[in-house]
């Protein structure tokens, strides 16, 4: 069974490296994302759903 | 029988290699700065209060829809930077990312700007952002660039618009000021542009594009500079006797005024040469100073208003 598995795709130390600081970078701006929303909705109060056009 | 050779063709899933530093160079991370500064300005003098989180809120919001329309325009434009000397070091050019991962890296911040200031702040600022990306996106990057010698004069605008999206942001609507900070900018960038076009002008004919001294040539360039910037001067001089700036600001901009328009002269009357290289670089760094003690009075002006009244 085992001799039969392909190796798939082996990223280079370079690749892995680079797409773990993309995913830390990912992870940390929807983070911002969503203390802006929280900081936006204690600011705001109730207000938060009066939204004028 | 197959006629496509499978063993010469690289099926195997690109992987990339970009690091973040190459996505923040899509941004722009210069021009945004600008575009920062400019829309801070236009936020500070709005003559309402902004709570702070609601204020860098806006700002970050304008700024992340400044570096979606840098995204979207590298994408588009890979292929002439390719060819320039300024611009193929970005990250498209040098292989690091493809059109399509920016041109989706550039949607996506659009999209997430553009609600978040109209779901967060108001969606008068929110429609306005949304018109500035897709002016610089498409109507500039897309239609004028490649088309007419005037791209950066229309193009502008979308340079022009961040003080006043800001000001929408604080106000919920539009007033005289922040129109004047936007004839300012959008009379500003042509002389800007055009000087660097001067010295950059073989980059631009390799690449195709028609920027004005490749078409009309570097004298007609020079004359054009002299007149937008005697236009741009008058602007910027108007709103203090008109009384919407402070003296600082008149006195900041009738002295700068002066020095833009000698240099502007000098680029005009040296045609060639090393005399003729230097005016014109000297324009072009002191179009920056210009741009940014102007507004850097307006915010002056703002925090003395606003500390005068603790002080005495």
């Known amino acids: 069974m085992d001799d039969n598995k392909q190796p798939g795709i082996v990223l280079t130390e370079a690749q892995k490296k680079s797409r773990r600081q993309r995913s830390i970078a990912i992870a940390l701006a929807l983070g911002v994302l969503v203390l802006l929303f929280f900081a936006v909705t204690l600011v705001k109060g109730p207000a938060v759903l009066v939204r004028p056009m | 029988m197959s006629v496509v050779d499978h063993n010469a063709i690289d099926l195997s899933p690109r992987i990339s290699e970009a690091e973040v530093g190459d996505y923040i160079a899509l941004l722009k991370p210069r021009v945004m700065s600008l575009v920062i500064f400019t829309a801070l300005v236009g936020l500070m003098i709005a003559p309402v209060h902004v709570h702070p989180v609601l204020a860098f809120t806006s700002i970050l919001c304008i700024a992340v829809g400044a570096g979606a329309s840098g995204a979207l325009n590298m994408a588009y434009e890979h292929d002439i930077d390719a060819l320039m000397t300024r611009t193929a070091n970005r990250p498209i050019p040098r292989g690091k990312i493809t059109q399509g991962e920016a041109a989706a890296f550039g949607i996506t911040l659009a999209f997430f700007s553009v609600m978040t200031l109209g779901i967060l702040v108001n969606w008068v600022a929110g429609a306005l952002l949304a018109f500035t990306i897709f002016f610089y996106a498409v109507v500039y990057t897309i239609w004028l660039k490649r088309w007419t010698a005037q791209n950066i004069v229309i193009g502008?605008?979308?340079?022009?618009?961040?003080?006043?999206?800001?000001?929408?942001?604080?106000?919920?609507?539009?007033?005289?000021?922040?129109?004047?900070?936007?004839?300012?900018?959008?009379?500003?960038?042509?002389?800007?542009?055009?000087?660097?076009?001067?010295?950059?002008?073989?980059?631009?004919?390799?690449?195709?594009?028609?920027?004005?001294?490749?078409?009309?040539?570097?004298?007609?360039?020079?004359?054009?500079?002299?007149?937008?910037?005697?236009?741009?001067?008058?602007?910027?001089?108007?709103?203090?006797?008109?009384g919407y700036f402070g003296a600082a600001y008149g006195v900041t901009s009738l002295v700068l005024g002066a020095g833009m328009l000698w240099l502007s002269i000098n680029v005009y009357r040296h045609r060639e040469g090393i005399e003729a290289s230097r005016a014109t670089r000297r324009l072009f760094a002191f179009s920056i100073l210009y741009l940014f003690a102007l507004f850097a009075v307006l915010l002056l002006e703002v925090v003395v208003r606003a500390i005068a009244p603790m002080v005495w």
């Open chain 2, 156 to 242: 502008g605008a979308a340079g022009a618009l961040p003080p006043v999206v800001a000001w929408a942001a604080a106000t919920g609507s539009l007033s005289v000021e922040p129109l004047l900070l936007f004839l300012i900018i959008f009379f500003w960038t042509p002389p800007h542009f055009w000087a660097l076009a001067l010295f950059r002008s073989d980059d631009y004919a390799r690449a195709g594009v028609p920027m004005l001294p490749v078409v009309a040539g570097p004298d007609a360039t020079r004359l054009q500079i002299l007149l937008y910037t005697i236009v741009l001067v008058a602007i910027a001089l108007a709103p203090w006797p008109l």
